[in-house]
């Protein structure tokens, strides 16, 4: 009887123990999992930043070793095409902003007849090549405008390229936004333009804040349809990278202009996701 009662106790032990050994193989399991998965996500990443990191470290190379020495061509002879870059871009969103704004409204809010088709011809400069539009534009500029090489036309070409990327998220967060808020606001006693700068152009932070940046990103860095419309004294920071490379080769100053650009396109995307994301995507996949 005493045998066979230890016989039962030990069993009973070991059927005990088979949940804590299968929980400790699933943790085991688990952890080697997000091991692999967190390797693998570092390591395309690493990848993707390479490039960046390889420009970076060229651009401290001098004779003497290494320095910040190139830097100082980035705040002296580039600063202008830096400034130029800057004041472009800002032009670019605020025209965007201007053009978008509207048109987004007037789609989504009123029944316009070929609406689809509309709307496929304002993102028209989404799926043209860059190449083609820089034609375009420079044909449309010496026969019709008669504004070639100038700032005027630099400007135009940079909203013809990206006031999609502006219209699109406006679109997607009007499309979002019930018509309750401005219908009690009219019943509360506020006219259209109120209803609107009050109520809702603040709904509306998501897209048009994502629509800015993306206008940011894409016309500070922007170079090819640069190269068609820009007269000598245009000369933004990407086109003078291009011109630096290709007659005097890659040197550690024209990296280091190559690297400002991308730790200014870096530091707007991560204030952006700071200052913004906190407030418009919090709760998404993003944040």
């Known amino acids: 009887m005493v045998t066979g009662g230890k016989a039962l106790a030990e069993r009973r032990d070991s059927v005990a123990r088979r949940p804590r050994l299968w929980t400790s193989v699933v943790r085991q399991r688990r952890r080697i999992l997000d091991l692999v998965q967190h390797g693998y996500i570092w390591l395309w990443m690493l990848i993707f930043v390479l490039p960046f990191l390889t420009t970076f470290a060229y651009s401290l190379r001098t004779p003497d070793g290494i320095s910040l020495s190139p830097y100082q061509h980035v705040f002296g002879s580039f600063k202008d095409n830096l400034l130029l870059s800057f004041e472009v871009t800002v032009i670019s969103i605020v025209l965007n902003l201007l053009v ?6 007037a789609i989504v809010r009123f029944p316009i007849p070929g609406k689809g088709l509309l709307l496929a011809i304002l993102n028209l400069a989404l799926y043209t090549p860059a190449a083609v539009m820089g034609i375009s534009l420079v ?14 036309g630099l400007i135009g070409a940079y909203v013809v390229g990206t006031y999609p990327l502006m219209l699109i998220p406006i679109i997607v967060a009007l499309r979002d936004l019930p018509q309750v808020y401005e219908e009690a ?23 048009i804040s994502a629509g800015i940046l993306l206008t940011f990103v894409i016309v500070f860095n922007e170079f090819l349809v640069t190269l068609f419309v820009a007269g000598p004294g245009n000369t933004t920071a990407a086109l003078r990278v291009f011109n630096l490379t290709r007659t005097a080769g890659i040197q550690p100053s024209t990296a280091a202009l190559a690297s400002t650009m991308q730790i200014v396109s870096f530091v707007v995307v991560i204030a952006f996701f700071r200052f913004f994301g906190s407030r418009y995507l919090k709760g998404t996949y993003l944040i």
């Open 100 to 105: 978008a704004l509207p048109a987004a409204y």
């Open 185 to 207: 606001a009219r019943c509360l006693g506020a006219n259209r333009l109120q209803t609107l700068f009050r109520v809702e152009l603040p709904l509306l932070g998501p897209g």
């Open 139 to 152: 044909i449309v500029y010496n026969f019709l405008f008669h504004i070639a090489q100038s700032l005027t």
